[in-house]
């Protein structure tokens, strides 16, 4: 049982078997906290500023019903200048996937296994979430008063 990709042969074909029971619903905020910390934002128009941004799912999650399977992800975003967070924003999004009533056990069984919920997370919902964020990221900005940050596409 070689792994590969953090999975065994099994768990990717209990993963693509996820894939193919369910469907993306929506993606919502559902809340929104952006802090400066600093009283001047100025100097960021003038400096390298380098981002991080972490991903977490909340321990409550995945939540499935019948029909749905629902993840609440966190996302935090710091802007940092010379190792200084100057400004930070927290997202936590529902995402929601559609999924059939006959598949809901089946769908437990697999996400009950942390390696392919965690390969699931990483490979579905943070890439899902990707391009919303780059649009957050960059409006969020423009509304502050400051040049738009722009982050990278993923490959």
């Not at 042969?9 to 906290?33: A, R, T, Y």
């Not at 809901?104 to 964020?133: C, G, H, M, R």
């Amino acid at each position: 049982m070689l792994k590969s990709n953090g999975l065994t042969d099994v768990q990717k074909e209990q993963f693509i078997n996820l894939l193919s029971q369910i469907e993306i619903d929506s993606i919502v905020i559902d809340k929104m906290q952006v802090e400066k910390l600093v009283d001047d934002l100025s100097i960021l128009e003038n400096e390298d500023i380098s981002v991080n941004i972490s991903f977490a799912i909340r321990e409550i999650d995945p939540q499935i019903t019948d029909s749905t399977l629902l993840l609440k992800p966190l996302v935090k975003i710091e802007l940092l200048v010379n190792e200084k967070v100057l400004f930070f924003m927290r997202f936590v999004y529902s995402v929601v996937y559609i999924i059939k009533p006959e598949n809901k056990k089946n769908i437990e069984a697999i996400l009950s296994d942390s390696d392919i919920k965690d390969y699931f997370i990483s490979k579905q919902v943070n890439k899902l979430l990707w391009p919303y964020l780059r649009e957050e990221v960059s409006s969020t900005m423009s509304k502050c008063g400051l040049k738009p940050i722009y982050l990278q596409l993923l490959r």
